[in-house]
């Protein structure tokens, strides 16, 4: 055994990716013509895996508002907030937050991978104890792991399941963290959130929500689960990402607790880590109030996921539960995955290709994540060519 | 080893046959990983049907110190293993 025994079964694996001509997990995106177009492999294609769920990534507010950052601030901050200072826009883009969910204090990080690494490890350490749902995101994972509190997993959407869990932690149940996800990422399915409630209320626990994907998706404002559910004064932290439905990159934590700011100075994924850019503060916050306001993207934003999982259904494909933003077909090998995954760039088709062990029941993922930006001629073209490849699903 | 040890032994053995197939030839020394070809989630898969059978919260953290067979088995005979 060598430090670099590990990798190799990865490197026979990477072999095999190559074979389709490049590496799916790191695909050449040549040029971007717009929030659903891209050039990828010398073909224009049509951008339906990139979580852009509201379209926002080339709207003039947030171009604009991102030029006039650049222009007037530079273009980094060069450092951590607790080291370089907090800039005018960190702070106004975190009041921001706090009004949109009507809650005390809101605190901005880097990546939405690194809100849920600094809330979970800021807010437990050893001795405590998390409880997540068995299909939550990475981020959370490791969150957990940095923590050094204790860590069980319940059954993927279960709030029975939860229960007994929390019920065999005796008195550590009243202050435990339990974590959810508004909408999950693989499959797109929804948290049972009333009953979830109902359980960690029972319990005096805590409850984080991670609306990463759900953050103006769901929603009379875009809030995510909390407000399509009426439970956001149910739940006590709730975290989100901007780089999907904000059309930039960072996160958030908003609370009522008090004690969410003792975070600035306690969780090491905020204190130690360079803030986000003028610009892309700036054009988080001009995307805000247009997704606040844009019942009308949601609309148009649920036709076409309606839409596109509705013919895939029709077409005889293994898809998640539930009709949603997130639409996943479900292959039983990698090898059928990785075929589909090609076939369909050829088709003009961008989506995500995701193998197991990130995947739930073991299965390999095409994944498509739907924009209100999409054309219905463009989510007609996905459909079609998820038509001409069903063969390869046999 | 103690009478409890040997059924808490025994119990595993049938949640192990659950998630790794019961063709699979296993031993207290058999590593979970390389031996039961589980990979991470199944792991923490078998840490929830552990959990059920035997009653018991099993931190996923306890998984750092588990490689093999014998590993779980004493962890969960020292967390205090309800009777079937």
């Known amino acids: 055994m060598t430090l670099f025994s590990k990798f190799d079964s990865l490197a026979q694996d990477r072999e095999a990716l190559l074979s389709v001509g490049f590496d799916p997990f790191g695909t050449p995106i040549e040029e971007v013509y717009s929030p659903t177009e891209a050039k990828i492999d010398g073909r224009r294609v049509v951008l339906a895996g990139t979580n852009n769920y509201l379209g926002l990534t080339f709207s003039p507010e947030c171009l604009k508002a991102a030029h006039e950052a650049l222009d007037q601030q530079g273009t980094g901050t060069t450092g951590s907030r607790m080291a370089n200072g907090s800039f005018a826009g960190h702070r106004a883009l975190e009041q921001e937050l706090s009004e949109f969910y009507n809650c005390r204090s809101t605190i901005v990080f880097s990546t939405g991978y690194q809100a849920n690494l600094a809330v979970i490890s800021g807010l437990t350490q050893k001795g405590d104890v998390i409880v997540i749902d068995a299909d939550c995101h990475a981020s959370i994972y490791d969150g957990c792991k940095l923590s050094g509190a204790d860590v069980i997993r319940f059954r993927h959407n279960d709030p029975e399941d939860l229960n007994k869990r929390l019920k065999r932690l005796g008195d550590r149940a009243c202050d435990a963290l339990v974590m959810v996800e508004g909408i999950y990422s693989m499959l797109g399915d929804r948290a049972p959130l009333q009953e979830i409630v109902d359980v960690k209320k029972a319990h005096g626990s805590y409850l984080v929500v991670d609306e990463a994907h759900s953050l103006g998706v769901l929603g009379e404002t875009g809030q995510g689960l909390v407000e399509e559910t009426g439970l956001l004064a149910d739940s006590d932290f709730i975290v989100g990402t901007f780089s999907k439905s904000l059309g930039s990159v960072g996160g958030y934590c908003s609370s009522n607790h008090p004690e969410l700011d003792f975070l600035r100075y306690t969780s090491r994924p905020y204190v130690f880590t360079a803030s986000p850019s003028p610009s892309v503060i700036a054009s988080t916050r001009a995307a805000l109030p247009l997704l606040r306001d844009g019942n009308h993207l949601r609309k148009q934003l649920w036709a076409n996921a309606t839409k596109l999982y509705n013919s895939l259904s029709e077409l005889g494909y293994q898809l998640g539960p539930e009709v949603s933003t997130v639409v996943a077909v479900m292959l039983d090998t990698r090898e059928q995955a990785l075929a589909f995954w090609r076939g369909l760039l050829e088709q003009g088709v961008y989506v995500n290709l995701v193998f197991p062990p990130a995947t739930p029941g073991n299965k390999s993922l095409v994944r498509c994540s739907v924009s209100a930006a999409h054309s219905e001629e463009q989510i007609s073209a996905v459909c079609e060519a998820f038509k001409n490849l069903r063969h390869l699903a046999d | ?84």
């Open chain 2, 1 to 84: 080893m103690t009478a409890e040890y040997n059924e808490v032994l025994e119990r595993l053995g049938k949640q192990l046959e659950i998630i790794a197939g019961d063709k699979i030839k296993f031993d207290e020394s058999t590593d979970l990983v390389e031996g039961l070809g589980l990979d991470s989630f199944k792991v923490l898969d078998l840490l929830l049907e552990v959990e059920d059978e035997f009653d018991i919260s099993v931190p996923m953290n306890v998984l750092t110190d588990v490689r093999t067979v014998k590993d779980m088995a004493q962890r969960i005979h020292e967390l205090g293993p309800k009777s079937a």
